[in-house]
C-alpha cells in the first residue's frame, strides 16, 4: 500500500522558513512533487523532481525561494521554503507518480493528506 505522509507544516511569520518532509512508501516512484492549495483556489504545482536523477522544476512564484530535494536513502521527498509570504498560505501536498516527472498535477497517481502552512503578516 502507498503511503505518502506530510510533516512540518506550520504557522511562520512573513520572511520566514519551513521546512517539509513527505515520507514515502509502499513502492518506488519516478517522480515527485508538492502542490498547494488554498481556500478557494484550485490544486497548484510548487515544485517536483525526477527521483532518479534529482533533478527539478518550479514556477516562478517559487522559484529562487523553494527547494526541493530527496533523500533516497530515506525515500523522504523534502521542501525548504524561505522567504515566506502571506500569500505562501495554503494546504501543502506532497504527490508521487509512477512514470515520468513533471508539473502536471493530473499525471499524479499517488498524494499524501496534505500539511497546513500559514504565514502571518
Known amino acids: 500500500q502507498v503511503q505518502l505522509v506530510e510533516s512540518g507544516g506550520g504557522l511562520v511569520q512573513a520572511g520566514g522558513s519551513l521546512r517539509l518532509s513527505c515520507a514515502a512508501s509502499?513502492?518506488?516512484?519516478?517522480?515527485m512533487g508538492w502542490f498547494r492549495q488554498a481556500p478557494g483556489k484550485e490544486r497548484e504545482f510548487v515544485a517536483a523532481?525526477?527521483?532518479?536523477?534529482?533533478?527539478?522544476q518550479y514556477p516562478d512564484s517559487a522559484e529562487g525561494r523553494f527547494t526541493v530535494s530527496r533523500d533516497k536513502a530515506k525515500n523522504t521527498l523534502y521542501l525548504q521554503m524561505n522567504s515566506l509570504k502571506p500569500e505562501d498560505t495554503a494546504v501543502y501536498f506532497c504527490?508521487?507518480?509512477?512514470?515520468?516527472?513533471?508539473?502536471?498535477?493530473?499525471?499524479?497517481?499517488?498524494w499524501g493528506q496534505g500539511t497546513q502552512v500559514t504565514v502571518s503578516s
Open positions: 509502499g513502492r518506488s516512484f519516478s517522480g
Open positions: 504527490a508521487a507518480r509512477a512514470t515520468g516527472w513533471g508539473k502536471f498535477l493530473q499525471n499524479y497517481e499517488f
Open positions: 523532481i525526477s527521483w532518479s536523477t534529482g533533478t527539478t
